[in-house]
């Protein structure tokens, strides 16, 4: 399994998540990411996103709406996994 790290914004902290899943939507690139390789982890969805200098990083989805939206594709997408919020 992919590894990434996720640098945390707030606190500058590195995390190394696994990468589950990728999926697009609507042009947009989402990540479901987690901490450990094995059941039961927290799980991040992350969000690329464009910068001012054209660059592209991922962030957290923090926004509820769009958090359950993307949450329930990929739990659609990972018929195996249950993600609860």
């Known amino acids: ?8 914004p707030e606190n500058q902290e590195d995390l ?3 990468l589950l899943e ?6 947009t690139t989402y990540l479901l990411a987690a901490e450990e390789e094995e ?3 927290v799980a991040y969805i ?3 996103v464009q ?13 509820d709406v769009e958090l359950n ?5 990929f739990a659609e ?7 609860e919020m």
């Open 1 to 8: 399994m992919e590894k990434i790290i996720f640098t945390d």
């Open 77 to 83: 997408i990972l018929d195996d996994v249950d993600i």
């Open 51 to 63: 910068t001012e200098n054209e660059d592209v990083i991922y962030a957290m989805v923090e926004d």
């Open 16 to 18: 190394e998540l696994y």
């Open 69 to 73: 939206a993307i949450s329930k594709v």
């Open 46 to 48: 992350l969000k690329e």
């Open 22 to 27: 990728q999926t697009c939507i609507n042009g």
């Open 39 to 41: 059941e039961d982890s």
